[in-house]
């Protein structure tokens, strides 16, 4: 709709457009009732579900010991090192899987037991690199291996866990 005014040499000009706030498909007849305390007592079912109900018993062994057996991580080398040689014969280039860098030292300190126990590896190091302590596993040669290392740690919840290059001892 155009709407042209003249008045005294100034046009005025109007558009319009209306729109409606209720529904063209709402009922203006149709008004809620209020629910009665009678409606709300009555039971939307009154089927008796004790005579199917089942036990179910599941035995549990008792945890003894908050360690992960040896054969957790089927498929994978054992993560049990062989402890019998445990020296150090030189070093080189090689990597490790850095869990934790904090500069509190008691939180380094107990993540470095906690992996100690969940994994039993014996290289397990807290190193300080001013002004941080990091907490690193493993002597790896190939970085393939620290990566397999840095999944399992990320399942078992040490999520940021990265593997870093550094230089690495040989055992014999």
């Given at each position: 709709?155009?709407?042209?005014?003249?008045?005294?040499?100034?046009?005025?000009?109007?558009?319009?457009?209306?729109?409606?706030?209720?529904?063209?498909?709402?009922?203006?007849?149709?008004?809620?009732?209020p629910?009665?305390?009678?409606?709300?007592k009555?039971p939307?079912?009154?089927?008796?579900?004790?005579?199917?109900?089942?036990?179910i018993?599941?035995?549990v062994?008792?945890?003894?010991?908050?360690?992960?057996?040896?054969?957790?991580?089927?498929?994978?080398?054992?993560?049990?090192?062989?402890?019998?040689?445990?020296?150090?014969?030189?070093?080189?280039?090689?990597?490790?899987?850095?869990?934790?860098?904090?500069?509190d030292?008691?939180?380094?300190?107990?993540?470095?037991?906690?992996?100690?126990?969940?994994?039993?590896?014996?290289e397990?190091?807290?190193?300080?690199?001013?002004?941080?302590?990091?907490?690193?596993?493993g002597?790896?040669?190939?970085?393939?291996?620290a990566?397999?290392?840095r999944?399992?740690?990320?399942?078992?919840?040490?999520?940021?866990?990265?593997?870093?290059?550094?230089t690495?001892n040989?055992?014999?």
């Open positions: 709709m155009k709407l042209t005014l003249t008045f005294i040499g100034l046009n005025l000009i109007i558009f319009g457009c209306s729109a409606s706030t209720g529904s063209r498909y709402e009922s203006k007849e149709e008004v809620k009732k629910t009665t305390s009678e409606e709300n009555k939307l079912e009154d089927f008796d579900i004790t005579p199917y109900e089942t036990n018993e599941i035995d062994p008792p945890l003894t010991s908050d360690k992960l057996p040896p054969d957790v991580w089927y498929g994978y080398e054992s993560a049990t090192p062989d402890s019998s040689s445990n020296i150090i014969i030189g070093t080189t280039d090689g990597y490790r899987v850095q869990v934790i860098s904090t500069d030292i008691d939180e380094a300190n107990r993540i470095r037991s906690e992996l100690y126990e969940k994994t039993l590896r014996k397990v190091y807290g190193i300080f690199e001013p002004p941080f302590y990091k907490v690193k596993v002597d790896f040669t190939s970085k393939s291996e990566e397999n290392l999944f399992k740690l990320n399942q078992l919840g040490f999520t940021e866990s990265k593997v870093v290059q550094e690495v040989i055992f014999n």
